[in-house]
């Protein structure tokens, strides 16, 4: 069994950053991969961020270039910073872990609220 826990969400100015953290625990496999996903009022969940073990990282195409996904293997956590929030980014985010580097998300966190406002 494998628990996400989520943290670092706010609310935040538009151009303004954030970081959120993952912390896994239970058994983790050599292979996994880890996410980030969001999910604003009246909308579909959608892909952030994610990394596989192996450290190859995927973006979604409205976060590219202003969103980081890294890995601290050691503190079992996972980070995504986020620069130049929009308010368009306002969703809940949710960390995600699959033991594989293909397929469906099998675990998630409970979510963070993060929202751009002025």
């Known amino acids: 069994q494998v628990q996400l826990v989520e943290s670092g969400g706010g609310l935040v100015q538009p151009g303004g950053s954030l970081r959120l953290s993952c912390v896994v625990s239970g058994r983790k496999s050599s292979m996994y991969k880890m996410g980030w996903h969001r999910q604003a009022p009246g909308k579909q969940r959608e892909l952030v961020a994610q990394?596989?073990?192996?450290?190859?990282?995927t973006y979604g195409d409205p976060v590219k270039g202003r969103f980081t996904i890294s890995g601290d293997n050691a503190k079992n956590t996972v980070y995504l910073q986020m620069n130049s929030l929009k308010p368009e980014d306002t969703a809940v985010y949710y960390c995600?872990?699959?033991?594989?580097?293909?397929?469906?998300?099998?675990?998630w966190g409970q979510g963070t609220q993060v929202t751009v406002s002025s």
């Open positions: 995600a872990y699959n033991k594989l580097p293909w397929g469906p998300y099998d675990y």
């Open positions: 990394i596989t073990a192996s450290g190859i990282t």
